[in-house]
Structure formats: C-alpha cells, structure tokens
C-alpha cells in the first residue's frame, strides 16, 4: 500500500512523479509501502510544481481485429520477496538462514529462481540498507508512476532478461532481471500519505492552504499527526503517498483524476489520452529494452479498473474483438493486484472471501480475453485496521502495539498467529483455476515488512536474521505450490 519515497513529487496541480520513480506497495483490501530514503529524483527538479513530461506519442497503428484465442500460456514467477534480506553479500553470496529462504521458495517458479522487486526499477538502498540479490534470483522491475518510462539513465529500465545489470547502489548486480515490466502503483483509489499522516492525509495542500499557512508536513516517522481539516498535507517534501492516485495529473481537468479515470469517458477522455499517450512512450522504452511481457497497473481494490486498463491498452471493442495482443504494442496480458487482510480478523471480515472474489474476477477477464495470462499478486499481508485499504492504524480490535511482536496474536481464527492467515490464502493461490484449467495467479510476494505502511509485523525472519513461524510457512506453502504445479504439468 505504501510507495517508495519520491525524491521529486508533484502537490497542487502537479502530476505525481513519472517514471522509475522510487514507488510503493500499494493497498489491497489495502496497501502498503516502505520509504526509501535513498530513492532516486524522477524527470525534473524536485519540488512541489514538479509537472508530468506529457508525451504525445501516437497511437499504435491499428492492426486487424485479433481473435480471442488464448496464446501460449506465459510463465509463472512463483513465490517472491520484498524488503531487506540479510546475509547476502555485496558480490551476491546468500548465507545462513536467507540462502534457505530463498532455497525454499525457488521451487514454485517456472525459472527456478525466488523473485524480488521493490517498486523501482532495480535494486536500491532503501532506509539505509542496501538490497543485495543473489544469482538465483529474479528482479521484476516497475515504473511506479503514470510515466513515460526515460530510455536511458539511472532511472530507465534495464534491458531484460539479462543478468549483471546495473543497480541503484553504483554497482552491478548478480541477479536476472526479469523480462515483465510492471505498471504504476495503485492508480484505483486516492490513497494516504505515508508516515506520521498515514490515514489522516488523503490530499496535497491546496493554494488556498498554503496561503493561509495551514500545510502540515507529513515525515516519515515520529508520533502520529493530523492532516488539515480539509485531509490535505504536505506530502511530498519528507514523505510520499501509498500510490499513484494520491497525486494530481498534469493535463487532466479533475483533482486526483485517476481513481475515476475509466467512471465517465465523455468527462475523462482527455485525461485517459494522457495516461495512455505516456504508457506508450513507456511501452516503447520497454520494446526496446526487450521487455516480453506488461503488467496492467498494480491496483489496490479494484480489478475492473485493470479490466479497463486492458481494454483500452489492447483497442478492444464491445465485441471483445481486440486490435492488440501483446507487449510490442502496448497490451498488458498480465494483471497486477495488491491484497491485504485487516485488523488479524480474516473470518469475522470475511477477507478470505474478499480474496475469492478477486480470484474470480481476473478468471472472468482470463476468459473474456484469453491472451490475459494470469495475475501477479505482488503484495499481500495484514493491515493494523478494521476496514477498507486505507485506515488509521491501530484502531481495531488488535491493535498491532499491545501484541507481541507487532504481529497477530494466535486466536480461534488464527490458531498460529499471523501464519494462517498466510497459509489459508496460498491454499486460495495454489487451487485457483480457470474454467479451461489455466492457473490464475502467476506470481505471489508476501509483503515482508515490518509495521510499514499501516501493516502489522509481516517479517519472515527475526532480528538475528532466523526464519521464523511465518517464514517456514511461507516457504513449505511456496513448496507445495512448486510441487502441485509441477504434478500438472506431467
């Protein structure tokens, strides 16, 4: 839910940062997102105006409607990692408890290799730690605002495929990088503003506010603040907001435009121009980086809006009838999607239903569109509120500070704490199919983090770097997916 820390964002009438932008996790029933504090300045000088660089790039020419037969089915990446992982060294050596880790999920993936990714476009120093990857492991990497995509630079992607890329960090990483570039960070809903305002701030500072002196600065970390009356802070000089949609988009009529981007066309056709004119220069930088596959926007609630992303992206008409199939013209064929748990309640909240119901939708869109091959759940963990992806924490019925250990304590509905309810939606991953048998989910991250971004404790190792009851649970079911999938194949 919570997005990288963006060293140049945009407030009033500003568009939110562009691409290669440090980003964030995002929400899903919500979302969360680490701060990076070393998070490289996206396109143009940080400040509070800082405006989109809009690309008026044209469309792709059109091509003869495509059939709706399913292409050849893409692969999956398996079980992936986020956050700090300890006892890797500079040169990519993992040892001791991490070098089990990443043994013990590998196995779910296609390539036989533990992904990360970490809302940017290669590895970073993220609160003063450095993420060092190892050889068997795959960096995905995503541009996490509406874009365009620089070609070249520190903050363009990488070419893909390719191990030894260059990092963040001024150094050269063992790693692969992955051949599917992701899309923006929960564009689906308004979002908070990380940090001391986390739940309180759901806008940038008006003119008017600014005027009358009542901006009150969000930061990273400190006691809990309040935003204005209005919800408005600044959040763009020390903090960053959990997504996308917090921002304003240069060219677009409406305040925070994206959450209501595909609600009324008539109204918003000139915004969608203007979203899909940048995702096309950014399909053009990632072509020529020979990126294979793209993922929609990595929404936070709301699957229809990655439906619609689809849509448009791939010219598809009321028919179903779609102009383009794949990544050398723009089509994502991949959804992205954020899902979290709320207040250690998975039951009485009905989450694992929620989850269900997410399952059911990109099924649905899988079979509408069969050149769709699958969703990558890239976040995923318990938020420390009752409801909705956005709360402020620590306002439910386990409040994350009075259990040990920030994590859910264990309950009739979580017999081993926070592990069940890791266990019971993995069990949901590994059983998800289509009608025609197509798995559903093609890559899964536990949100490892600590209390980041309104989430409880979700680390898979203790402060020694051991791998704790969550961690062992998160690699036996990373296993057994890697096992059943591989059973199907025979």
Excluded at 33 to 49: F, L
Excluded at 156 to 163: D, L, S
Excluded at 267 to 273: A, I, M, P, T
Aim: charged residues 20%; negative net charge.
């Amino acid at each position: 839910m919570a997005p990288i820390r963006f060293a140049a964002v945009g407030a009033i009438g500003a568009a939110f940062a562009s691409s290669g932008a440090v980003g964030a996790p995002g929400a899903a029933s919500g979302a969360a997102v680490p701060g990076g504090d070393e998070a490289i300045t996206t396109a143009g000088r940080p400040g509070r105006e800082q405006c989109l660089f809009q690309v008026g790039a044209p469309r792709w020419a059109r091509r003869p409607p495509q059939a709706k037969t399913a292409n050849t089915a893409g692969p999956n990446w398996g079980c992936g990692l986020v956050g700090h992982l300890p006892d890797i060294s500079k040169d990519g050596v993992a040892s001791g408890e991490t070098r089990r880790l990443i043994d013990g999920i590998k196995g779910s993936s296609d390539f036989n290799k533990a992904t990360y990714w970490n809302w940017n476009v290669a590895p970073m120093k993220t609160d003063g730690r450095e993420e060092y990857l190892s050889s068997d492991m795959i960096f995905i990497p995503e541009i996490w605002g509406v874009g365009p995509a620089p070609a070249h630079g520190p903050e363009a992607p990488r070419p893909a495929g390719q191990a030894n890329f260059p990092d963040m960090m001024g150094g050269t990483s063992p790693a692969e990088m992955a051949t599917i570039l992701l899309g923006m960070n929960e564009p689906d809903i308004v979002g908070t503003c990380m940090g001391t305002m986390f739940g309180s701030c759901v806008n940038s500072c008006s003119q008017a506010a600014l005027d009358a002196g009542d901006c009150p600065v969000a930061r990273p970390d400190g006691p809990p603040a309040k935003a204005n009356p209005w919800g408005e802070c600044n959040c763009w000089e020390f903090s960053h907001p959990t997504g996308v949609g917090f921002w304003n988009q240069a060219g677009c009529a409406e305040p925070q435009p994206l959450p209501d981007l595909w609600k009324n066309p008539a109204l918003s056709h000139q915004c969608v121009n203007i979203v899909m004119d940048a995702w096309k220069e950014t399909v053009r930088v990632a072509n020529l980086k020979g990126y294979k596959y793209l993922s929609t926007p990595l929404v936070a609630v709301y699957i229809g809006y990655a439906r619609k992303f689809i849509e448009e992206a791939c010219g598809c008409d009321a028919s179903g009838q779609c102009q383009c199939t794949d990544a050398s013209c723009g089509c994502p064929v991949y959804i992205g999607f954020h899902f979290y748990g709320n207040d250690c309640r998975p039951k009485s909240l009905d989450n694992y239903g929620g989850f269900r119901q997410k399952l059911e939708e990109v099924a649905k869109v899988m079979e509408d569109y069969p050149f769709v091959q699958g969703a990558i759940v890239n976040e995923v963990g318990m938020l420390n509120f009752a409801f909705n992806a956005i709360g402020e924490p620590g306002t439910g019925q386990y409040p994350a500070e009075t259990q040990p250990g920030h994590t859910c304590p264990s309950t009739e509905e979580l017999p081993n704490g926070m592990a069940t309810f890791l266990e019971e939606i993995m069990e949901l991953v590994i059983n998800a199919r289509t009608k025609d048998g197509r798995e559903i989910i093609k890559g899964f991250s536990w949100f490892n983090q600590d209390s980041v971004g309104g989430t409880y404790n979700l680390l898979l190792q203790d402060a020694n770097g051991n791998v704790n009851a969550l961690g062992e649970a998160y690699i036996a079911k990373c296993t057994k997916w890697g096992q059943v999938r591989k059973a199907a194949a025979r």
